[in-house]
């Protein structure tokens, strides 16, 4: 997972508290997403980002905040935690184009616990 | 809309043998590109092999090889001579409409017996 940063890798919110998951590449990559995991579930994409300035949603968006001022942060903000937010979350980075787009990389992972 | 599914919760092989995990996709849209991925216990997502859909040949890495049957929208991964190392849960995912979305079924978890 060399190039995609995950921070924090742990955390545990109060319900309705707020707090950011930071996503940082050093690769130059274009795309940028997150995505969750529940148990015994694959990933769902959260929100994706194709450049700089340009963010949109994913299959699951709702009480999640993106912004991307830089290409290499991507953020996630939840804005009042809740018991089902409570996952595991990763963020991704590939290329735009070609072959190279073909290699998507992923962080490490950030368990969330939301009581 | 797009979907994969994976039909086998678990699997158990023993080690040396080769083992096949099922993927089957649904899409309308003709460019798309099919992912495997290999998730251990300590969580984090391994890319191993990736296929397009115009591409001609299966693709293959190493061990792993994609046995890939457009018309039955079938995208299966195929290990052979598994290891131990090679427990894990085994996700199949697809990117559609050219950008970095991936839509991944609920993972298969393989288990090789010495």
């Known amino acids: 997972n060399a190039g995609v940063t995950q921070t924090p890798k742990f955390q545990v919110l109060k319900t309705g508290q707020s707090m950011t998951l930071q996503c940082a590449q050093d690769?130059?990559?274009?795309?940028m997403s997150w995505y969750r995991q529940d148990p015994g579930m694959g990933l769902r994409l959260i929100h994706y980002?194709?450049?700089?300035?340009?963010?949109d949603q994913g299959e699951v968006p709702n009480g999640y905040n993106v912004s991307r001022s830089t290409t290499e942060d991507f953020p996630l903000r939840l804005l009042s935690a809740a018991p089902s937010q409570t996952s595991v979350y990763f963020c991704?980075?590939?290329?735009?184009?070609?072959?190279?787009?073909?290699?998507?990389?992923f962080g490490e992972g950030s368990w969330l616990t939301v009581v | 809309a797009q979907k994969i599914t994976q039909t086998q919760p678990g699997m158990f092989v023993q080690e040396k043998e080769a083992v096949t995990l099922d993927c089957t996709y649904d899409t309308s849209d003709p460019s798309y590109g099919l992912f495997w991925y290999k998730q251990p216990s300590s969580g984090e997502m391994i890319f191993l092999i990736y296929q397009g859909s115009y591409d001609q040949q299966n693709a293959t890495e190493g061990r792993y090889s994609l046995n890939f049957q457009k018309a039955r929208k079938s995208a299966n991964l195929v290990i052979s001579a598994s290891q131990l190392g090679d427990s894990a849960m085994y996700f199949c995912?697809?990117?559609?409409?050219?950008?970095?979305?991936?839509?991944f079924g609920q993972g298969t978890r393989l288990t090789i017996n010495p």
């Open positions: 991704a980075s590939s290329y735009s184009k070609g072959t190279a787009g073909n290699t998507i990389y």
């Open positions: 980002s194709v450049g700089a300035g340009i963010t």
């Open positions: 995912a697809m990117r559609f409409q050219g950008a970095q979305k991936l839509v």
């Open positions: 690769m130059n990559h274009e795309y």
